[in-house]
């Protein structure tokens, strides 16, 4: 199949210094909202990037749940390979990639569990199906079929038929503090519109735009 041709051109605004936020965090939450606005599907969704002690960078795609000026919390199982790997090496990066608005935006920082309470609280948000769920994927682990995980779930069905589910001691949060952020937009003949926030030591935020 040849892909040479397969080509967009991106017809955005200019984006310039003075449209941006110089707060990261709003800047990010005026773009996430246009992007819900705007009807992509699953707006939330970020490939995750962790390196563990062997060097061999690995990506996924996970939710974003929340986001805030301390950073941006995604959950997982502690046991799966990407919770292995931040272990290793806790500095990260998350992409969020929403190609229909011609933006992207890459983010670097350090990966830190959430407080069990917090942990807590979302897992009990989450709807049942899910929560049954998080107690028989032992993520990341080999398995020789899907009818294992299924007759898993009816096990897990019945143990916790009445009540609450709750919380696994091995599944919880984790929150990326960032030390940059940059919002990328396409723009005509792939000269493109980038600026990169970077966090400084008295926690103030550098912005710089970086060229196509």
Not at 22 to 40: I, K, N, S, V
């Amino acid at each position: 199949m040849d892909i040479k041709g397969l080509r967009k051109e991106y017809a955005n605004p200019v984006l310039t210094r003075e449209m941006l936020d110089p707060d990261p965090y709003r800047q990010f939450e005026r773009w996430f909202e246009q992007t819900c606005a705007a009807g992509l599907s699953e707006p939330n969704a970020m490939t995750l990037a962790t390196v563990g002690a062997d060097g061999q960078p690995t990506l996924r795609t996970v939710l974003l749940k929340l986001f805030d000026h301390d950073g941006f919390v995604f959950y997982t199982n502690y046991g799966s390979r990407k919770a292995r790997q931040i272990a290793e090496n806790s500095r990260v990066a998350l992409l969020f990639p929403w190609v229909k608005l011609a933006r992207q935006v890459a983010v670097t920082g350090v990966a830190e569990k959430v407080s069990l309470a917090e942990s807590a609280r979302y897992f009990a948000s989450r709807p049942h199906e899910s929560q049954l769920g998080a107690w028989i994927s032992q993520q990341s682990a080999v398995l020789s079929s899907r009818q294992l995980l299924m007759n898993e779930l009816e096990k897990i069905k019945a143990r916790f038929k009445k009540g609450e589910v709750p919380l696994p001691d091995f599944w919880g949060g984790y929150r990326v503090r960032p030390a940059s952020i940059e919002f990328w937009q396409g723009q005509t003949s792939r000269l493109h519109d980038r600026f990169l926030y970077t966090r400084q030591a008295d926690a103030s935020w550098t912005i710089e735009r970086l060229a196509p």
